[in-house]
């Protein structure tokens, strides 16, 4: 009774892990990571903080310095997965 626990138990993991690595393995490629200048004002005369991206392959990790504010600008900061950051 006790290996038939066992073995379940094992199935049931693979069962869980294996979508999850799949779908890692699907996001892969080569993407663009961000950065998001926030604004005081409309103006953008007056920068209050950043949202900034940091490679974490396969995923990015965005992190948000100073104030966030509906007044922002985007540009790409780098790239993730395709070899160095440029």
């Given at each position: 009774m006790l290996k038939r626990i066992a073995i379940s138990s094992l199935a049931v993991a693979t069962m869980l892990?294996?979508?999850?690595?799949?779908a890692v393995a699907q996001?892969?490629?080569?993407?663009?990571?961000y950065m998001t200048r926030m604004w005081s004002d409309a103006t953008h005369t007056v920068q209050v903080g950043y949202i900034d991206g940091m490679c974490a392959y396969p995923y990015i990790q965005y992190t948000l310095f100073g104030t966030y504010t509906y007044f922002q600008t985007e540009e790409v900061s780098g790239t993730c997965g395709c070899g160095p950051i440029e």
């Open positions: 892990i294996g979508p999850t690595q799949q996001i892969g490629g080569c993407q663009n990571i």
